[in-house]
């Protein structure tokens, strides 16, 4: 059964780094494209970085690009996604998941699966 584990998440202040983990068992990443999501309060659940099987192709939600790093280590079955600057505006759940194709083609959530059960990231003084 594939399952992702996200992990990484807490409580940091304006202008701080995280770095979140996701964590594949029950399937090899390297084909799949991994995607990172995140749902804030009373919103709906939105994309925010993906990453291709190769790990060669990336992309960010306009709010993040040049704050967000999204990476992958195949060795270790493992998507990261690094975060700096992180503004109040950035705290949700962030869940990662697994595309239905190789490539970052789609942020549609229908088009993900096997979504992992999130990590709070909360960005307040």
């Not at 993906?50 to 270790?76: H, L, M, Q, W």
């Not at 998507?79 to 549609?108: H, I």
Request: a positive charge; one cysteine or more.
């Amino acid at each position: 059964q594939l399952q992702l584990v996200e992990s990484g998440g807490g409580l940091v202040q304006p202008g701080g780094s995280l770095r979140l983990s996701c964590a594949a068992s029950g399937f090899t990443l390297p084909y799949a494209a991994i995607g990172w999501f995140r749902q804030a309060p009373g919103k709906e659940r939105e994309g925010v970085s993906c990453i291709a099987e190769s790990g060669d192709n990336t992309n960010y939600a306009n709010s993040v690009k040049g704050r967000f790093t999204i990476s992958r280590d195949n060795a270790k079955n493992t998507v990261y996604l690094q975060m700096n600057s992180l503004k109040p505006e950035d705290t949700a759940v962030y869940y990662c998941a697994v595309g239905l194709f190789r490539l970052c083609v789609s942020w549609r959530l229908n088009d993900f699966h096997s979504w992992g059960q999130g990590t709070q990231v909360t960005v307040s003084s």
